[in-house]
């Protein structure tokens, strides 16, 4: 049975694992914490470029300590053989007491069968403590196992009525200055950007993480038509064919930055996990460039209107997928 100690404990496990994403695919990222009594004695998470392991760097940290300890994870701990050996096996040699697993690996060459390994020795194995926000956090690398793509996040900044341009053609700077750097923030959680090609001949974008103290080049793509150097170029591809391709290039998380034919195509494809949509209390006027061609998100999708937060004088309006 999961008591309150698991629930506390796996939530520094998926606070950790939150500071991989977008830097470990196509790998999960994972958090791990090791418990002796009520002292935290090693915790890590899935490095950079998706190897060490959490487990195995948890467990180096903690040498003999790990011996009799509980361990919480965030994804159960591997059990094949890649280019690194079995976090499962690993937890065995160690011969820790206890693992809380906080959800099942959707990969055919784990899926439960790490989980069973750690059983067969007498290790006693908790499963489900916090299930549904380990679920989503790893949504991108489940989506890209269960379903051949990545995890979708469309974000868009628009004008109190509704614009993203002053006019055609023009490049218009919409979001204040901490509104941007959250979107900076949200690119450096992703492994790859897309912009349509409108957009790109507009605006030039550079697509990377201009944050201090972030290490991190997204993959750059472009869909359509346009002579763009170090980008990924997609052209003549339904939205189903663009993900499928992404995928196969190891992408699990995808950020869509526009332009406004862009968000809708992903939205009317039905593939659109998450929008972001920045409000901006500035007007642009009757010459400006309708968002989403002016249509609603919600009459494009099946999303549904989730929170508020406020940045400055914008407010972020986040839809998602109903549960």
């Given at each position: 049975?999961?008591?309150q100690?698991?629930?506390?404990?796996?939530?520094?496990?998926?606070?950790?694992?939150?500071r991989?994403l977008?830097v470990?695919?196509p790998?999960?990222?994972?958090g791990?914490?090791?418990?002796?009594?009520?002292?935290v004695?090693?915790?890590?998470h899935?490095?950079?470029?998706?190897?060490?392991?959490?487990e195995?760097?948890?467990?180096?940290k903690?040498?003999?300590?790990?011996?009799?300890?509980?361990v919480?994870?965030?994804?159960?701990?591997?059990s094949h053989?890649g280019?690194?050996?079995?976090?499962?096996?690993?937890?065995?040699?160690?011969d820790?007491?206890?693992v809380?697993?906080?959800?099942?690996?959707?990969?055919?060459?784990v899926s439960g069968q790490?989980?069973?390994?750690?059983?067969?020795v007498?290790i006693?194995?908790?499963?489900?403590?916090?299930?549904?926000e380990?679920?989503?956090?790893?949504?991108?690398?489940i989506?890209?196992?269960?379903?051949?793509?990545?995890?979708?996040?469309?974000?868009?900044?628009?004008?109190?009525?509704?614009?993203?341009?002053?006019?055609?053609g023009?490049?218009?700077?919409?979001?204040?200055?901490?509104?941007?750097?959250?979107?900076?923030?949200q690119?450096?959680?992703?492994?790859a950007?897309l912009?349509?090609a409108?957009t790109?001949?507009?605006?030039?974008?550079?697509?990377?993480?201009?944050?201090?103290?972030?290490e991190?080049?997204?993959?750059r793509?472009?869909?359509?038509?346009?002579?763009?150097?170090?980008?990924?170029?997609l052209k003549d591809?339904?939205?189903?064919?663009?993900l499928?391709?992404?995928?196969?290039?190891?992408?699990?998380?995808?950020?869509?930055?526009?332009?406004?034919?862009?968000?809708k195509?992903?939205?009317e494809?039905?593939?659109?996990?998450?929008?972001q949509?920045?409000?901006?209390?500035?007007?642009?006027?009757?010459?400006?460039?309708?968002?989403?061609?002016?249509?609603r998100?919600?009459?494009?999708?099946?999303?549904?209107?989730?929170?508020?937060?406020?940045?400055?004088?914008?407010?972020l309006?986040?839809?998602?997928?109903?549960?």
């Amino acid at each position: 049975m999961t008591s309150q100690s698991d629930i506390h404990y796996m939530r520094m496990a998926l606070n950790l694992a939150r500071r991989g994403l977008g830097v470990v695919a196509p790998n999960p990222s994972v958090g791990c914490v090791l418990v002796k009594g009520s002292m935290v004695i090693a915790a890590a998470h899935t490095a950079k470029g998706g190897r060490p392991h959490a487990e195995a760097l948890a467990l180096e940290k903690a040498g003999l300590q790990a011996k009799g300890a509980t361990v919480y994870v965030s994804l159960e701990p591997c059990s094949h053989q890649g280019k690194t050996s079995p976090c499962a096996q690993a937890l065995i040699d160690a011969d820790v007491a206890r693992v809380v697993v906080a959800c099942t690996d959707p990969d055919p060459r784990v899926s439960g069968q790490g989980i069973k390994m750690l059983q067969a020795v007498g290790i006693e194995v908790i499963e489900g403590a916090l299930e549904c926000e380990a679920l989503a956090l790893n949504a991108g690398f489940i989506l890209r196992v269960t379903q051949n793509r990545p995890l979708v996040t469309c974000k868009l900044a628009i004008s109190a009525d509704g614009k993203i341009a002053a006019e055609p053609g023009d490049r218009t700077q919409i979001s204040g200055e901490l509104a941007a750097r959250y979107m900076h923030l949200q690119r450096s959680k992703h492994d790859a950007i897309l912009v349509g090609a409108e957009t790109y001949r507009v605006d030039a974008p550079d697509l990377t993480t201009r944050l201090g103290g972030f290490e991190h080049e997204p993959l750059r793509v472009v869909l359509g038509s346009v002579d763009a150097p170090g980008f990924i170029v997609l052209k003549d591809m339904d939205i189903a064919g663009v993900l499928a391709d992404l995928a196969g290039k190891d992408i699990t998380r995808l950020l869509v930055e526009g332009g406004a034919k862009t968000h809708k195509s992903f939205l009317e494809a039905g593939m659109v996990d998450e929008f972001q949509l920045c409000k901006s209390p500035i007007t642009l006027g009757e010459k400006g460039v309708d968002g989403l061609d002016g249509k609603r998100i919600e009459a494009l999708s099946g999303l549904k209107h989730q929170k508020t937060r406020v940045l400055g004088e914008d407010r972020l309006e986040i839809y998602g997928k109903e549960a």
